[in-house]
């Protein structure tokens, strides 16, 4: 089964600051992981995959196996990053499916 | 694109009564899934189904019951309802056991 923790709930950051999500993971196999994002009003979506290994909104994840982590990276944050920001297993049986606590983004201008 | 629709956006509803959360979703995936969403404990997994009635109990399904009589329609029924399940709730669903979550706008009940 695959857990993830996230271990920061509240991060705050400048405009154009680097930004790095954390997320650390335990697993048994090869993990699969997502990030999900979910910006004020709007419905809770996927940002990006691990498996695809692409850059989305500037967003960037490499999965460190060493150190079980999938952090979510940006070199420059923007305003509008800002939102609520969870790190998943995919759904399979066996998995724990419960996202935990995710963490809030904000960047302030 | 897949669309996951939830059929109320706000309800409120008084303690005991009855409730029912409707989620459907328009591509024929296998799975689908119930969490709440709760300030500072982020998403927990309520019930999930892998198959026409089929179903499976997540992390919290005390107070929670889940029909899947069809593929494409999950319902959460909410026995007699409490306060302290006032929350957002959300649907989702997927195409397989390694394919990303696809979610509904959720439902904000507030049980008074």
Redesign the interface.
């Known amino acids: 089964a695959q857990r993830v923790t996230q271990p920061e709930k509240l991060l705050s950051v400048f405009k154009g600051a680097p930004v790095e999500l954390k997320c650390n993971y335990s697993y048994s196999g090869s993990p699969e992981l997502f990030w999900y994002v979910q910006y004020s009003r709007q419905r809770l979506q996927l940002l990006l995959r691990h498996i695809s290994r692409e850059s989305i909104k500037g967003f960037t994840a490499d999965l460190n196996k060493g150190e079980t982590s999938f952090h979510l990276k940006k070199p420059f944050a923007q305003e509008e990053d800002s939102a609520m920001y969870y790190c998943a297993p995919p759904p399979g049986a066996g998995n724990m499916l419960t996202f935990g606590g995710g963490t809030r983004l904000m960047v302030k201008p | 694109d897949v669309k996951v629709t939830q059929s109320s956006r706000y309800l409120v509803k008084r303690t005991g009564e009855k409730v029912f959360l409707e989620c459907v979703q328009d591509m024929d995936h296998e799975?689908m899934?119930w969490?709440r969403q709760d300030p500072?404990?982020?998403?927990?997994?309520i019930y999930?189904s892998?198959d026409v009635k089929m179903k499976e109990k997540?992390?919290i399904p005390e107070g929670y019951s889940v029909s899947r009589e069809k593929k494409e329609r999950f319902s959460l029924i909410l026995e007699s309802a409490s306060t302290n399940q006032t929350s957002m709730y959300?649907c989702?669903s997927?195409l397989?056991?390694?394919?990303?979550?696809?979610?509904?706008?959720?439902t904000r009940l507030t049980v008074t």
């Open positions: 799975n899934f969490y500072g404990l982020g998403l927990r997994l999930f892998y997540g992390d959300l989702a997927s397989s056991d390694v394919g990303p979550l696809h979610f509904g706008n959720g």
